[in-house]
């Protein structure tokens, strides 16, 4: 069974700072990976996707992330965080047939000013 | 093009009473999904189709029931709510090998 784990339900950090948010996943197939995010009291937003092209690949609103085979990481980055950038982050995957989504339990990104 | 919409947005319901929540979409996508959000827990989905006329079970099932009569809509019921079902329900569709698309949701709280 497939699983995917977000390491800190909680980062913070400064306005400016480098934002890193850690996904790793388990998966038996090559999967399909993504990145959502969550504004309050709103549905998800695609922020970037996997589909096994580009390992390094970019989304909206300046974030990117790198496919990792060897460490089975997704880790998503953006060099510079904005008080707009704070939300709840999802990494999902999917693999096999069906393409069901497999979610992280996610991470609360707060942006100090 | 609306995108995936969900009804209603929010909703009490006492515990026994049943509903239904209603998602369409107007992407003419394949998939559909229901899932359930809650805190610390992530998404986790209820059930799926794959089509019109099929549905499948998909991570936490019990006490739902689903139907997909036509290929936009997406419906979710319960028949005898329950307070663990107090949530806040997402709705998605797709296409395979691509990216779901999720409507605002339900807040359902059930007392």
């Known amino acids: 069974a497939q699983s995917v784990t977000q390491l800190g339900s909680h980062v913070s950090v400064s306005e400016g700072a480098l934002v890193l948010l850690r996904c790793n996943y388990s998966?038996?197939?090559?999967?399909?990976l993504f990145w959502y995010v969550q504004y309050p009291n709103q549905g998800l937003q695609l922020l970037l996707k996997?589909?096994?092209?580009?390992?390094l690949v970019k989304g909206i609103n300046g974030f990117e992330a790198e496919f990792k085979k060897s460490e089975t990481s997704f880790h998503l980055t953006k060099p510079s965080a904005h008080m707009s950038d704070a939300a709840e982050y999802f990494c999902?995957?999917?693999?096999?047939?069906?393409?069901?989504?497999?979610f992280g339990k996610g991470t609360l990104l707060t942006v100090n000013p | 093009n609306a995108g995936v919409t969900q009804t209603p947005k929010f909703r009490v319901l006492k515990t026994g009473q049943s509903m239904t929540l209603l998602c369409a979409q107007d992407?003419?996508?394949?998939?559909m999904y229901w899932y359930r959000q809650d805190p610390g827990m992530g998404l986790r989905l209820i059930h799926y189709?794959?089509?019109?006329?099929?549905?499948a079970k998909g991570e936490v099932p019990d006490g739902y029931n689903v139907s997909r009569l036509k290929k936009q809509n997406f419906l979710l019921g319960l028949e005898s709510a329950a307070p663990s079902q107090t949530s806040v329900y997402f709705c998605?569709?797709?296409?395979?090998?691509?990216?779901?698309?999720f409507g605002p949701g339900t807040r359902l709280t059930v007392t």
């Open positions: 998605a569709s797709s296409n395979p090998r691509y990216e779901q698309y």
């Open positions: 998966s038996s197939v090559p999967p399909y």
């Open positions: 996997y589909t096994s092209a580009a390992t």
């Open positions: 999902a995957a999917s693999g096999g047939s069906n393409y069901k989504l497999t």
């Open positions: 992407m003419n996508h394949e998939y």
């Open positions: 189709s794959v089509g019109e006329g099929t549905t």
